[in-house]
């Protein structure tokens, strides 16, 4: 069955940097985008980005241009999530999920599958 | 991009239907039949109810359906259960920047 696993808590102090993974198993990993979603304490979800995990072909939202990066090993059936620059507002629940079928244009394919959250917290 | 529009509460009694709307412009809703819906628990992760705006993936209940007209999309629950209580949010594939842009979720009380 399609699994998405993902790291652990993390606390950060503002300004640092976080990188949250999130390994697939269950499918063939390269044949799958993936998402990346946030939601901060008692608000609702806000999409970040995709990435193609076969070319590492990425597309970020506007309000994280520059600051997110997205990244996947073909080797582990890992995708990466790097935040940087790190504020208050960033503390969230941290969320991959992947397509929810293969298709021509995987670009347009919803999330389907989705981890568990990786909680951030940004404090001084 | 703007976050799309839903109520932020509606409710119904067991056994009654509701209808949860997700408004939109041209370059996200209007444009594309690529708006999906999740229902979420607390603390648990979204799950999708709804894609491609009326279809569902295997395993949800047919008491949920999907629709579109204009930039606005609507997703209905019949047949309401204690288990609907929950968030619903809608996602729609967008230009203009971003590719996909969420609605602002609509929390469902079955009373």
């Known amino acids: 069955q399609v699994q998405l696993v993902q790291s652990g808590t993390e606390v950060q102090k503002p300004g640092a940097s976080v990188k949250v993974s999130c390994k697939a198993s269950g499918y063939t990993f390269t044949n799958y985008y993936i998402h990346w979603v946030r939601q901060a304490p008692g608000q609702g979800l806000e999409w970040m980005g995709i990435i193609n995990p076969s070319i590492g072909g990425t597309n970020y939202a506007l309000r994280f241009e520059g600051r997110v990066t997205l990244t996947s090993d073909t080797s582990t059936d890992t995708v990466y999530m790097q935040l940087r620059s790190l504020r208050s507002e960033d503390t969230a629940m941290y969320y991959c999920a992947r397509g929810l079928m293969d298709g021509k244009v995987p670009a347009v394919i919803p999330p389907g599958y989705w981890g568990q959250g990786t909680l951030v917290t940004v404090s001084s | 991009q703007s976050a799309l529009t839903q109520p932020a509460s509606v409710s119904g009694s067991p056994g009654q239907s509701i209808t949860i709307s997700c408004t939109g412009t041209?370059?996200?809703?209007?444009?594309?039949?690529?708006v999906s819906w999740y229902r979420q628990h607390p603390g648990k992760s979204p799950q999708l109810m709804i894609y491609?705006?009326?279809n569902r993936p295997s395993g949800v209940s047919n008491r949920f359906s999907g629709s579109k007209s204009g930039n606005t999309a609507s997703l209905t629950i019949s047949g309401l259960q204690t288990e609907d209580e929950a968030d619903y949010y809608c996602i729609s594939y967008a230009t203009s920047g971003t590719l996909w842009v969420f609605g602002g979720g609509t929390k469902l009380t079955v009373l």
């Open positions: 491609d705006v009326t």
């Open positions: 041209t370059s996200d809703v209007g444009g594309y039949n690529y």
